[in-house]
């Protein structure tokens, strides 16, 4: 075991009231840009019931010693619970809109691939933990790239490319940090375009096709693959610098940008905002992504630094993904604004995120130095992970 002298254990007091506040904003930017303002809105108020359940958790999460993430048991037992859930669900799962993503359980659907995201994060910081001191060995980043890719293949099939790519990102966002060597990162990078070109060549179905070509070719089918992101475009145009004003976004409003509640909520909303709302709401998302880093700096152990790097890079994936395909930089696949889109399952895993890293704050970054040597030395007793 790790000995760490402990500053205090996880507390209300370990809060951190910048970050939280932060977020709770952002919510309510997004309530606000999701209700409707004629009459009652469906996704407002699931979005208020899923937000105080959110809360409950979250402080709920920070109240508890977190530390049993770091035993090996722990995290192969929530990555195979997830596994097997994404297997039960390809076999059983709610279809909605042509994707098998949601479980029905007593009458409430769950998105599994979300709960995924946060797997792998705790998976790859538990394995990076002990082997990013040896990261120069090619096995560590295949086997690595294994355990992502087993995820990858049970959410690619769903079928969900933008998740898909999300736990890509995540993955290449922390061998990054773990100090891959050049050469291998070279490898990598050539490996992933191999990959990506039997994806299009045998894995991916024409619609998805569609929006990879749209994005090379924009505005040839304006009334097929082109349509989301020609009224995306248009709605983030038309907000101009102040914003048409809350309730009085015609693109969303009338109907004609299509999900703007989740898939295309950024949209939405810079076209009652404007650009100086969307500068808010930047600075807003980049005080998450800011202290969530300095949690990073100050982890008392590697697991935790991991941790909170691998949170930090699933955001910033999340938020990069999203606003570029809103403003048509990226190909449209279906990604949520963090802490902003409708989705239940989205906002309770990143509020469990958010939870575990509040627990984490409660602890002193103080190790005895053979402590911090035993910690980053590979564990033969277990040579997977």
Same mark, same amino acid.
């Given at each position: 075991?790790?000995?760490?002298?402990?500053?205090?254990?996880?507390?209300?007091?370990?809060?951190?009231?910048?970050?939280?506040?932060?977020?709770?904003?952002?919510?309510?930017?997004?309530?606000?840009?999701?209700?409707?303002?004629?009459?009652?809105?469906?996704?407002?108020?699931?979005?208020?019931?899923?937000?105080?359940?959110?809360?409950?958790?979250?402080?709920?999460?920070?109240?508890?010693?977190?530390?049993?993430?770091?035993?090996?048991?722990?995290?192969?037992?929530?990555?195979?619970?997830?596994?097997?859930?994404?297997?039960?669900?390809?076999a059983t799962g709610a279809t909605i809109q042509g994707a098998q993503r949601w479980l029905e359980v007593g009458g409430m659907t769950f998105q599994v691939s979300e709960f995924a995201k946060l797997a792998l994060v705790i998976l790859l910081a538990k394995y990076f933990t002990r082997r990013h001191v040896e990261i120069a060995h090619f096995r560590h980043i295949v086997i690595s790239g294994a355990y992502t890719g087993i995820l990858f293949l049970l959410i690619f099939f769903q079928p969900d490319l933008g998740t898909a790519m999300i736990l890509a990102f995540?993955?290449?966002?922390?061998?990054?940090?773990?100090?891959?060597?050049?050469?291998?990162?070279?490898?990598?990078?050539?490996?992933?375009?191999?990959?990506?070109?039997?994806?299009?060549?045998?894995?991916?179905?024409?619609?998805?096709?569609?929006?990879?070509?749209?994005?090379?070719?924009?505005?040839?089918?304006?009334?097929?693959?082109?349509?989301?992101?020609?009224?995306?475009?248009?709605?983030?145009?038309?907000?101009? !610098?102040? &914003?048409?004003? /809350?309730? #009085?976004?015609? %693109?969303?409003?009338?109907?004609?940008?299509?999900?703007? $509640? =989740?898939? *295309?909520?950024?949209?939405?909303?810079?076209?009652?905002?404007?650009?100086?709302?969307?500068?808010?709401?930047?600075? !807003?998302? &980049?005080?998450? /992504?800011? #202290?969530?880093? %300095?949690?990073?700096?100050?982890?008392?152990?590697?697991? $935790? =630094?991991? *941790?909170?790097?691998?949170?930090?890079?699933?955001?910033?994936?999340?938020?990069?993904?999203?606003?570029?395909?809103?403003?048509?930089?990226?190909?449209?696949?279906?990604?949520?604004?963090?802490?902003?889109?409708?989705?239940?399952?989205?906002?309770?895993?990143?509020?469990?995120?958010?939870?575990?890293?509040?627990?984490?704050?409660?602890?002193?970054?103080?190790?005895?130095?053979?402590?911090?040597?035993?910690?980053?030395?590979?564990?033969?007793?277990?040579?997977?992970?």
């Open positions: 075991m790790i000995n760490l002298e402990v500053s205090m254990l996880p507390d209300i007091k370990n809060i951190d009231w910048i970050l939280i506040s932060a977020v709770l904003a952002t919510v309510f930017l997004g309530l606000v840009t999701m209700y409707s303002f004629s009459g009652e809105s469906q996704f407002f108020e699931r979005q208020l019931v899923w937000l105080a359940v959110g809360l409950v958790v979250f402080f709920g999460l920070s109240l508890v010693d977190m530390r049993f993430l770091r035993r090996s048991g722990v995290v192969m037992l929530i990555f195979l619970s997830v596994c097997v859930l994404l297997v039960v669900l390809l995540i993955w290449f966002g922390m061998i990054l940090v773990s100090g891959i060597p050049k050469k291998q990162l070279f490898i990598v990078l050539a490996g992933g375009l191999l990959i990506f070109g039997g994806m299009w060549a045998f894995a991916l179905e024409d619609h998805q096709r569609d929006r990879v070509a749209t994005f090379f070719q924009p505005y040839t089918d304006l009334e097929g693959s082109d349509y989301h992101i020609q009224q995306s475009t248009i709605a983030v145009g038309s907000g101009q !610098l102040w &914003g048409k004003g /809350i309730g #009085r976004g015609t %693109q969303s409003r009338l109907e004609f940008l299509p999900e703007h $509640e =989740t898939d *295309f909520i950024f949209a939405a909303f810079a076209e009652e905002w404007g650009f100086v709302g969307v500068i808010v709401l930047f600075v !807003l998302q &980049g005080i998450i /992504i800011w #202290r969530i880093l %300095q949690i990073a700096w100050l982890g008392a152990t590697n697991f $935790e =630094t991991f *941790f909170a790097i691998g949170v930090a890079i699933l955001f910033m994936s999340h938020l990069f993904i999203h606003v570029g395909a809103n403003v048509g930089m990226l190909p449209v696949t279906g990604t949520t604004l963090p802490f902003m889109s409708f989705g239940g399952s989205h906002l309770l895993v990143s509020f469990v995120a958010l939870g575990i890293l509040m627990s984490m704050r409660g602890y002193k970054k103080v190790l005895r130095k053979e402590d911090m040597m035993r910690e980053s030395h590979l564990d033969v007793s277990s040579p997977d992970l």
